[in-house]
């Protein structure tokens, strides 16, 4: 009877499929309010995705490095509402995305502080380039935007530094990456050129950069749990 108890598997976890299931609706549900220029449903949808991201960290039990991702899961939703808000709220957008970089860089240092010179250059290089090309464009948004490039690269940086063989580093990078394109498509967009499914584009980089970060602390939680059964 005990052996059969031990060896029995156990029951699975509905939490991730019902949140992924409400990752998926809300950002359909976004996407028809964006095709119909509802700005209710696109308000009230756009935060859902990151929030169901935020709730399957939190649940997963994290250690410091995932309460730090947390955080920049939740202050990721306050820039996606002020975003969407139809209201000149870029500025204020701007500064909630910045602090979520931030929580994003206090995680990765959190888990290794080695500086990894040789990946910040290509890095510093795309960050240099971008901002070049789009600042005859900015304005007087050329100073906030140079902060949160600096901030955004910092971030990217940190998380290429983390990389060695284990899965999760890989997982948080290549969500950084993600998100980085998605900030960049933004940027053209504000202070470049318009081009079709844009919008579109930016979401879907930017879900998925935020889904592969929160991944690897879920991953992560899920290693230890398994090392210390063993």
């Known amino acids: 009877m005990t052996d059969r108890a031990a060896t029995a598997p156990k029951p699975r976890s509905l939490t991730t499929p019902i949140l992924g299931a409400l990752f998926l609706l809300a950002a359909?549900?976004?996407?028809v309010g964006f095709w119909m220029d509802d700005v209710v449903v696109r308000l009230v949808s756009k935060p859902i995705p990151v929030l169901?991201?935020?709730a399957w960290v939190a649940l997963s039990k994290p250690d410091r490095i995932g309460w730090a991702v947390f955080?920049?899961?939740l202050l990721s939703v306050v820039g996606d509402i002020l975003l969407e808000i139809p209201a000149d709220l870029f500025v204020f957008g701007l500064i909630a995305f910045l602090t979520a970089h931030l929580a994003y860089i206090g995680a990765a240092?959190?888990?290794t502080r080695r500086l990894a010179p040789l990946r910040a250059l290509p890095v510093l290089g795309y960050c240099a380039a971008i901002y070049l090309v789009l600042f005859p464009g900015m304005g007087g948004l050329a100073v906030p935007?140079?902060?949160?490039v600096t901030v955004i690269g910092t971030m990217l940086w940190r998380m290429a530094a983390r990389v060695d063989g284990r899965t999760t580093a890989w997982l948080a990078f290549t969500g950084a990456v993600i998100f980085t394109v998605s900030d960049s498509i933004i940027a053209v967009r504000k202070?470049?050129?318009d081009f079709t499914l844009a919008r579109e584009l930016i979401m879907l980089t930017y879900w998925g950069g935020q889904a592969l970060i929160a991944a690897s602390v879920?991953?992560?939680v899920s290693e230890r749990l398994t090392s210390r059964a063993g």
């Open 71 to 73: 955080v920049g899961l």
């Open 28 to 31: 359909a549900a976004f996407f």
């Open 191 to 193: 202070f470049g050129v």
């Open 145 to 148: 935007v140079a902060v949160y």
């Open 109 to 111: 240092l959190l888990d």
């Open 218 to 220: 879920v991953k992560g």
């Open 52 to 54: 169901a991201l935020a």
